[in-house]
């Protein structure tokens, strides 16, 4: 993984010194409550409903045991004892108190973190696959371009006031996993001609108040103009972007009012202007960040050791385990191991700081000291031998983390909502546990098998509703919580939008609407058919007449 230089580290240095002396200065009267906010907000600091919450940085999802042991060590003497893994990969803290910022700053930098462009209207943290590097159906490492990419946004004096935030992914597996065509921004590798790898380039995709699929901008770029051509792109939405109304502020609204053939020929004519210029990419600084992520010290090693055929066989739970979190290696004698965060009883996303030290030895001893986290909330170990599968889950069993239920209905994203957020119109952790109770028989979700269940308190959408196979957005309606159901919505490939099925809900009847979906769903399947397949095949309407059907 990238490991920070001088300038990084005195770059860090600085801002911190910085943000302390501005932190004292707003605590002792002499800086305004909205002269303070900015300064905050750049460092990754906002105020909640209850209590200011810190958002930590972590590019691409990437950490070391070091840099996770760290975070423990924060959760337990700054906080309440645990943090919230995030959509964007990254992790936040709800109870910090603003006097402690600056040294939880500085617990970060040393060890190579921050909080810097987790907030304010800058290009946020790159996201990425969670099997970056280790999947069988890439096409190339896609970490390297996100650490270029990291390079060249982290205060960037251009972009550093955008209009509003923006959000960028990159993808270089075949089958999408990082939610890549609703960023503001969407990068795919891509094999060109003579085979050579190049991205396609979306943008104006986004979720929240107007969720929106990207459009192409590039169908094909060479490596070296990646970063002129992403330049390209925000040096037009700076400048056309909407600035008098935030909820029109973002590059998707400024896509679809200039529409996409005038806003392509824009970027085009910006791109000519500086693609041979000095943010041309070398041979050279490709390869400087593709050191950074080179190939683990793998062992030969045969697939499907005798050790491991050995307790499929005879043990059920781990047998269990295996089918549903284990992912397919591109080395031979490898997997990739899913630990889901997503135990009933506990929010979805929370780990405790115990669980954060715990995951910290488990990455020491059986995978290269390294873990990512997944857009979806929960934490990789992409290097396991399949020889220590049955330790590992042995493990993660005894601190009751080995549930097996990687992409199925209990798996929920959500995000922290009513009961933390200032901005969110309903609580959404009640409505994931009420799901997670009501289905909470494992045989019953292997039947009904892939299903994305997502869940945001508001229409800003941090639980990514929009795209969930059954999305859920909690609603004010009067004064009271309700919740709105979307159904078809997907993030991979073929990524959709939900469509609403009709009026809102309360909360108490969530969990028997959810299942009366997955009734229609059982009932409707082929054989093999996941739910947003059949749902494709048979539309909106059968569900929507079986759920506001009238009792006889």
């Given at each position: 993984m990238y490991r920070y230089d001088q300038y990084d580290h005195q770059m860090l240095s600085d801002r911190v010194k910085q943000f302390r002396d501005q932190t004292e200065r707003y605590l002792s009267g002499k800086l305004s409550e909205a002269e303070y906010l900015p300064l905050r907000l750049q460092n990754g600091l906002y105020v909640q409903r209850l209590a200011p919450m810190l958002r930590v940085a972590v590019p691409y999802g990437l950490l070391s045991s070091n840099q996770l042991r760290k975070l423990a060590f924060i959760s337990n003497h700054y906080d309440k004892?645990?943090?919230?893994?995030?959509?964007?990969?990254?992790?936040?803290?709800?109870?910090?108190?603003?006097?402690?910022v600056p040294d939880i700053l500085q617990d970060l930098a040393d060890v190579e973190m921050h909080a810097i462009q987790t907030s304010g209207n800058c290009i946020r943290n790159t996201t990425t696959d969670q099997f970056a590097g280790v999947s069988p159906d890439e096409i190339e490492d896609s970490r390297p371009y996100c650490e270029l990419i990291r390079q060249w946004s982290s205060f960037h004096p251009e972009f550093a006031y955008l209009p509003r935030k923006f959000k960028i992914a990159v993808c270089g597996t075949l089958t999408d996993q990082a939610a890549t065509q609703v960023h503001d921004i969407g990068i795919y590798l891509k094999a060109g001609p003579e085979n050579k790898i190049g991205f396609q380039i979306l943008a104006g995709g986004g979720l929240g108040r107007t969720p929106m699929i990207g459009k192409e901008i590039f169908d094909f770029v060479e490596r070296r103009h990646l970063l002129t051509a992403l330049e390209a792109i925000l040096r037009v939405y700076n400048r056309l972007g909407r600035r008098d109304n935030k909820y029109k502020a973002r590059i998707k609204i400024l896509v679809k009012e200039t529409g996409i053939d005038q806003f392509k020929n824009l970027v085009v004519q910006e791109w000519n202007q500086i693609k041979d210029g000095p943010l041309t990419l070398t041979e050279d600084e490709i390869t400087r960040c593709k050191n950074y992520f080179l190939e683990?010290?793998?062992?030969?090693?045969?697939?499907?050791?005798?050790?491991?055929?050995?307790?499929?066989?005879?043990?059920?739970?781990?047998n269990a385990w295996f089918t549903q979190n284990i992912r397919q290696h591109k080395k031979a004698g490898y997997s990739i191991v899913t630990?889901?965060?997503?135990?009933?009883?506990?929010?979805?996303?929370?780990?405790?700081?115990?669980?954060?030290?715990?995951?910290?030895?488990?990455?020491?001893?059986?995978?290269?000291?390294e873990v990512r986290i997944t857009h979806h909330q929960n934490i990789v170990l992409a290097d396991v031998k399949q020889s220590d599968l049955p330790s590992v889950w042995q493990k993660l069993n005894s601190k009751s983390l080995s549930v097996a239920n990687l992409s199925l209905l209990s798996d929920v994203i959500c995000c922290p909502g009513g009961d933390f957020c200032a901005l969110a119109n309903a609580k959404s952790l009640p409505i994931a546990e009420s799901i997670q109770r009501k289905f909470s028989d494992e045989n019953f979700l292997r039947d009904v098998g892939e299903l994305r269940v997502n869940i945001s308190g508001c229409m800003n959408a941090c639980g990514h509703h929009h795209v969930g196979n059954i999305g859920i957005l909690g609603v004010d309606k009067k004064g009271e919580e309700f919740y709105q159901i979307s159904l078809g919505g997907s993030s991979k490939n073929k990524a959709s939008i939900g469509k609403i099925i009709g009026p809102a809900f309360s909360e108490q009847e969530i969990p028997e609407i959810i299942d009366k979906i997955i009734n229609i769903y059982r009932a409707s399947?082929?054989?093999?058919?996941?739910?947003?397949?059949?749902?494709?095949?048979?539309?909106?309407?059968?569900?929507?007449?079986?759920?506001?059907?009238?009792?006889d």
């Open positions: 004892g645990y943090g919230h893994l995030t959509t964007r990969q990254n992790i936040q803290f709800n109870w910090p108190a603003i006097e402690d683990a010290n793998y062992e030969e090693l045969e697939d499907h050791p005798k050790i491991l055929k050995s307790e499929l066989d005879s043990n059920l739970l781990f630990i889901c965060f997503k135990q009933t009883g506990s929010a979805p996303g929370d780990i405790t700081d115990s669980q954060l030290e715990f995951v910290a030895d488990l990455a020491d001893e059986y995978s290269f000291g399947r082929n054989k093999g058919e996941t739910f947003i397949e059949t749902y494709n095949r048979i539309g909106l309407e059968p569900f929507k007449e079986y759920v506001y059907a009238k009792p």
